[in-house]
């Protein structure tokens, strides 16, 4: 980490924004397995539940309190007595637990859903904060629906739970509307517009849903935020939160344009993806940046020769940056001689040019009706060139 940089705080939300997508629902040993390992990854803050929502939530909120000690804990609540009590309760064994509590606050929300005025929804937030601020002196108040709020109102309720003791301010864009340019000037002008703006962290929570949440998040620490919330492959309500690793990567990579720091020890990012698809059963999308199966992988024969030559042809970071394989060179119908070559000296065989020739025609023939072909497809490619057999019809 370097001096000047900021530091940006990684409040991960996998067990709690991300468990509640479908499909996604963990039991509690996995989600403690899970906070676990979110703990040897570094986040500063893991959400583990909703408390109120289930007794199970409940409990795995109570465990990760108990057993995994150096992130902060966070539980969320609604802005309800009973949640609030609810969240005390789950959090009671953690060495630093924050209560997080929210309510939407555009007119929208106010209006359609919750069917309450904007004064009720004020008066109901900085009563909130005071409850949980009996509890822990590390409370966050996340305004739903932030981005669509009317921005006069939405100061008046930032103003109003900073002053009744919120220390982080989150501004959620709920349902992943807003843009890039939107979001920084957003940030800014709350940060200018509230008085005791500087009493409090903010913190942008960025849904996917038109494909922005980490260009978003990323754009609103340009405009102050010094807290991102994100999970782990991206998981989330409907399309998904903030993906973890993304944006900890272009932390990384871009420090030219993106000078800020995180805690993350970005070499368990592909094995804490696998972790969480090994728990849920769901997939990584194979072209997924930092950890999906392809993000490193090359077929292309123009590409594999680059490679060849020389990665930062074609890779912006090393794959063990991120704790993914190195030099990934797929074998298939598109690759090139080079790659061809260099898989089957790796493999021990110093090939003569006729003999590459001829295993190379193979590899692309048999490529025609295979995604992929392995090691052991080689070896026998290899043996039957050698043995002067035709091969590619047989092997299979
Ligand atoms: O998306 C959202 O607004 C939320 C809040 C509860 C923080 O998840
Ligand atoms: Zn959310």
New binding site residues.
Partial sequence: MSQQNARVIIFDTTLR?GEQAPGFSMDVPSKLKMAMALEELGVDIIEAGFPIASPADAEATRQVAMQVRRPVIAA?ARCRPADIDEAARALEPAERKRIHT?LATSDLHLEKKLRITREACLDATVTAVKRARQVTDDVEF?A??ATRSDRDFLCRVVEGVIAAGATTI?L?D?VGYATPDEIRDFFEEIRRRVPNADKAIFSA?C?DDLGLAVANSLAAVQGGVRQIECTINGIG?RAGNASLEEIVMAFRVRQDRLPYDTSIHSPLLYSTSQLLTDLTAEAVQANKAIVGRNAFAHEAGIHQDGMLKDSRTYEIMKPADVGQTPEQLVLGRHSGRHAVNRRCETLGFGLSADELAAVYHEVVTLGEHRKSIGDNDLRRIVARVRAGQEVSQSTH
């Fill in positions: 924004d969320l929210f996340s739903e629906d989150n959620p709920t929570h849904h309500e």
